[in-house]
């Protein structure tokens, strides 16, 4: 089992920045992905950025050029960076980990948008 605890959401203005961070605990393979999903008020779940245990990383179209995904393999830790915020990132961030054909969630951390 592995245990994801997200961190960082909070409440900004239009254009702000903010950094994400999940730490990852348990029975954690070498090779695996580690990302970020989101869910938007009345939507599904989307992929935001995923970045595997060799370091490649893959976005959404929506956040090429303003977040940025990195992980620290050592402390199992994923962060997702967010610059020029808009009011269509608001949602709940949630970290995602997956490894072995199993995916891992956290519960989810709230970023909003609002000036």
Do not use: H
């Not at 239009?14 to 938007?40: E, H």
């Not at 303003?66 to 961030?93: G, H, M, P, W």
């Amino acid at each position: 089992q592995v245990q994801l605890v997200e961190s960082g959401g909070e409440l900004l203005q239009p254009g702000g920045s903010l950094r994400l961070s999940c730490s990852a605990s348990g029975s954690i393979f070498s090779i695996n992905t580690m990302g970020w999903y989101r869910q938007a008020p009345g939507k599904g779940r989307e992929l935001v950025a995923t970045v595997t245990s060799g370091g490649s990383t893959n976005y959404a179209d929506s956040v090429k050029g303003r977040f940025t995904i990195s992980r620290d393999v050592a402390k199992n830790t994923v962060y997702l960076q967010l610059n020029n915020l808009k009011a269509e990132d608001i949602a709940v961030y949630y970290c995602y980990e997956r490894q072995s054909y199993t995916n891992y969630w956290g519960k989810g951390t709230l970023v909003t948008v609002s000036s």
